[in-house]
């Protein structure tokens, strides 16, 4: 919907309390459009996953309601999903920030097997407990909280010892922090967490 700001932000929520039905047919217009590109480039090039970037949260929750997102924005989304199934893609990444817990439900339901979060509100979106309630049908990418490594060796070592090997050891788990390595991270923690963290995975196999 092109949100890319504040103002933005505030003229789609509301147009989509007026004119719901204007939304759904504007998303099904850039739904079809995705899925006719992505079938003259599947014809050609194989690929291993795709991803969905949907930043349609934050911390207390998404921004619309699960109603609101199955009806107006999740079939938007079918004509692409249809054309990978077609070509084969078997891993469908939903990639989203904050707090997008109530949408798994639906995106599940949806086709998509693979979970990405960044910056996330870490008790709503804690990994394991995601896994005891999805199983292993939802894969999950991420999951380490950045901000450990602001804290220092211990919290790190604390953080990836607790999240990392119950999710490794299950499968269908990539193991990364939950955002980007800011300037503000000192280099020695970070060169400490992926030492840790290749141990880790090395030991898991």
Known sequence: MGVEGWSRFTEVIELLVRDPLLVHDSLMIQGEFAARLADRVLR??????????EPIAEKRGP????????EIVLPSYDPLLSVLKRHGVEVIVFVSWANPRLLIP????????CLWAYEVESQAMDYQDLRREFGRDLRLIGGIDLDVLRQGKEA??????????????????????????????????????????ENMIGMSR
């Open 63 to 70: 921004l619309i309601s699960p109603k609101m997102y199955r």
């Open 106 to 113: 639906a995106i599940l339901e949806r086709g998509f097997n």
């Open 156 to 197: 790190i070592r604390r953080e990836v010892a607790e999240k990392v090997p119950p999710l490794l050891a299950e499968g269908g788990y990539i193991p990364m922090l939950d955002g980007r390595v800011r300037v503000d991270i000192p280099f020695d923690n970070y060169v400490f967490y992926k030492r840790l963290l």
């Open 44 to 53: 050609d090039v194989q690929v291993d996953a795709a991803l969905f970037s």
